[in-house]
């Protein structure tokens, strides 16, 4: 895990996210640790069939409202790439494996936070 | 001593304090408890001290339901038992598994684990296990490489299983049955018939017969079956001149709540970097213990699911075994058993998985099955060779099962995501909740189970919490037939344990 020690108390106002916000809901489209198992035809897989139950969630900017949830992102953070970033996404799927926000997707069991992800994933052209 | 049955005079009686039926891990374990004592054991064995075929056969029968390996290879018919072919798998019961729960229906025990506890710490000699310690953490103190998969023990935790040589009773105690003065050992002595008193409280006899023609008659103070599930229930059943539906079966329970484990393949394990998964290791033959995944109590409750286990196979391996199912698929117990090891020998020799461990793995279910009655022994019209109606086995599953094993491993899965450590997919059987049908290479272990139930009531079990037949004052069942529930652990270490506690049980008695 890392270290979420900044990301942990800081509440920042909502951010929409718009046109604008495509580096972000790209770099949001990458979760870490399935990253690391899954090819990324997986992670779309994993991604098209969490919007096909979610319908609420269909477009990008749902999926990064929802994954960044009262969080925002750029007055805090440098850009996406900022460690603080990662840490936060990191925090945030830890605390969905704890408190039972998961699902099982195509079989595997995910952090609702990691399923949001991949839906972004499977919106986003490769 | 040991006596050959085929050669003693027709119709000869032989007599003793105890007459103890089938010479398995059950069976030979209460003989042992009784050798260089004043009294005198009779054991009989159905067969001799090697395989053979024609007396074998009276273990085939018609299997109907979900699908199961023959029967007349799922047991061995010969001295030493089905030991001759087990794999030495032992753990004990958790406590929960004695306890009703109201989630599964005819669950409970009449007794604890604490009632068991001394016993399993005996039964470790008669396998030869190593300390009676199932607790990871002394063994992970052994060996620092061994680490869990686990944020923390209270969803999921490290169960340890450890391994029997494994032990093979035929070997290991027949020079000191046969030199015993005490302990008479019959061979090809096959239990045909049991005759009660007058007014079926009591035994008085039973009568064993072989292919030599030869029928005699023995009679003792207390009577043991030790058959395995399928056997006692099916001798139960089969004596019923006196009583019409058999023996110990006024409430129609005999043979039913016939109970295996359900062994199948359930998910994938896949981790970020290697990992040689050293707790859950197994090298047959040379892992004295390790850990399979099981999952706490509490959830058990909240979830309202049984008990189960998971254990790992590098993936690679894993997809080159084939289901026990296929391959424990022959009439003769020896080419079955030479085509399912064949299968594993063969995938692990093809291994590909390196020295710093695998990142997949094949996750493997171990899970009771909830107590059905409908899952039975009947008896089949037709008749074996000694003229005892064959066994059908009808095994039938609950859904109950199935929604189990998808919970399982949604807990496994979040358990092992919350440690970081990896991600978990279900196999495409558990992924859709309302699919309750069950995949091909569903199989069972092996492991025969409950069909002489145990119970403080007749009316709900068949034996009482010391194994004696409810309403017949002398007869009793050694072996995993008494078992109510099943647990997730492969059931020899238990049934040796309470094996030895009715031993200490009829020693009490023959006191009194
Ligand atoms: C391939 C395989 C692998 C297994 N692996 C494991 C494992 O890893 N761990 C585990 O816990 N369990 C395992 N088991 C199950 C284990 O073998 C049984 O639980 C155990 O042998 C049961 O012991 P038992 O004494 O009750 O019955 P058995 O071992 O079946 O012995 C019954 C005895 O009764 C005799 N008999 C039967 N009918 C009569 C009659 N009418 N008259 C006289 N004698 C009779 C038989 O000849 C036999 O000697 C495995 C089984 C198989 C087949």
Redesign the pocket.
């Known amino acids: 895990m890392l270290s979420v020690s900044t990301a942990a108390f800081i509440t920042i106002p909502f951010v929409r996210c718009t046109s604008r916000n495509a580096p972000l809901a790209k770099s949001l489209s990458r979760p870490l640790f399935l990253s690391q198992i899954c090819d990324a035809n997986t992670l779309r897989e994993i991604g098209n069939a969490y919007r096909a139950k979610s319908p609420d969630e269909a477009t990008e900017n749902q999926l990064v409202n929802k994954i960044l949830g009262d969080q925002g992102y750029k007055a805090h953070f440098k850009d996406e790439n900022d460690p603080r970033f990662l840490a936060f996404l990191d925090e945030k799927i830890h605390k969905d494996f704890s408190t039972d926000q998961t699902l099982i997707i195509k079989g595997w069991v995910v952090s609702t936070t990691e399923a949001r992800q991949c839906a972004l994933a499977s919106l986003i052209k490769p | 001593m040991h006596i050959d049955a085929r050669k003693l005079p027709d119709h000869s009686v032989i007599e003793g304090d105890i007459c103890i039926?089938?010479?398995?891990?059950?069976?030979?374990s209460i003989a042992m408890e009784w050798d260089h004592t004043r009294y005198k054991v009779i054991l009989?064995?159905?067969?001799g001290f090697e395989y053979d075929d024609q007396?074998q056969d009276?273990y085939a029968g018609k299997t109907t339901g979900q699908k199961y390996f023959p029967l007349k290879s799922?047991?061995?018919?010969?001295?030493?038992?089905?030991?001759n072919?087990?794999?030495?798998?032992?753990s004990p019961f958790d406590s929960i598994d004695f306890t009703k729960r109201d989630w599964v229906p005819h669950s409970g025990w009449p007794i604890t684990f604490e009632d068991l506890d001394p016993y399993y710490a005996r039964a470790q000699k008669n396998l030869d296990l190593g300390p009676y310690e199932y607790g990871a953490a002394f063994w992970q103190n052994q060996d620092q490489a061994m680490k869990s998969l686990l944020p923390n023990d209270s969803v999921v935790w490290n169960k340890i299983w450890q391994f029997?040589p494994?032990t093979r009773?035929a070997p290991k105690y027949k020079k000191d049955i046969v030199n015993s003065k005490n302990i008479h050992l019959y061979t090809y002595?096959?239990?045909?018939d049991i005759t009660a008193n007058e007014n079926v409280s009591a035994i008085r006899e039973v009568t064993?017969r072989n292919l030599a023609g030869r029928q005699h008659t023995v009679r003792a103070r207390h009577f043991v079956l030790?058959?395995?599930?399928i056997?006692n229930a099916r001798?139960l059943l089969a004596a019923n001149r006196q009583a019409p539906r058999g023996l110990g079966n006024d409430n129609d329970l005999v043979g039913r709540y016939f109970m295996e484990h359900l062994e199948i393949k359930s998910a994938e394990l896949f981790l970020a970097q290697p990992n040689p998964l050293k707790l859950y290791e197994m090298e047959f033959g040379v892992t004295k213990a390790r850990c399979e995944l099981a999952i706490s109590a509490q959830m058990q409750e909240r979830h309202k699911i049984l008990n189960g286990t998971c254990s790992f196979t590098p993936l690679d391996v894993a997809r080159n075994i084939k289901p026990a199912i296929e391959t424990?698929n022959n009439e003769d117990?020896r080419k079955s058993?030479e085509n399912?090891l064949g299968s594993i020998n063969s995938a692990v020799k093809n291994s590909t998985t390196p020295k710093e461990g695998s990142r997949a793995y094949e996750l493997f279910t171990r899970i009771e099955q909830a107590p059905n009655p409908n899952s039975r022994i009947t008896l089949d019209r037709e008749q074996d060779a000694?003229g005892?109606p064959r066994a059908n086995l009808h095994w039938e599953l609950t859904n109950l099962e199935k929604r189990s094993i998808r919970k399982i491993y949604e807990l496994i899965g979040q358990q092992v995501g919350l440690a970081g450590m990896a991600r978990v997919r279900l196999m495409e059987y558990l992924q859709d909740e309302n699919d309750l049908s069950w995949p091909p290479f569903t199989s069972g272990?092996?492991?025969?189970m409950g069909t002489t139930r145990m119970s403080d009531s007749s009316k709900t079990g068949v034996v009482d919490a010391n194994c004696k037949v409810h309403g017949i004052a002398n007869l009793f069942v050694?072996?995993?037939?008494c078992f109510a529930t099943a647990a997730a652990?492969?059931?020899?270490?238990t049934?040796v344990a309470l094996s030895l506690r009715l031993s200490d049980h009829l020693k009490a008695l023959l006191k009194t």
């Open positions: 039926v089938g010479s398995g891990p059950a069976g030979i009989l064995e159905g067969g007396v009276s799922a047991r061995l018919h010969y001295f030493g038992g089905t030991s072919h087990w794999a030495g798998y032992c029997s494994p009773f002595a096959n239990l045909v064993v030790a058959c395995c599930s056997q001798l424990w117990p058993d399912f000694f005892i272990g092996w492991h025969h050694a072996g995993s037939a652990p492969n059931p020899t270490f049934l």
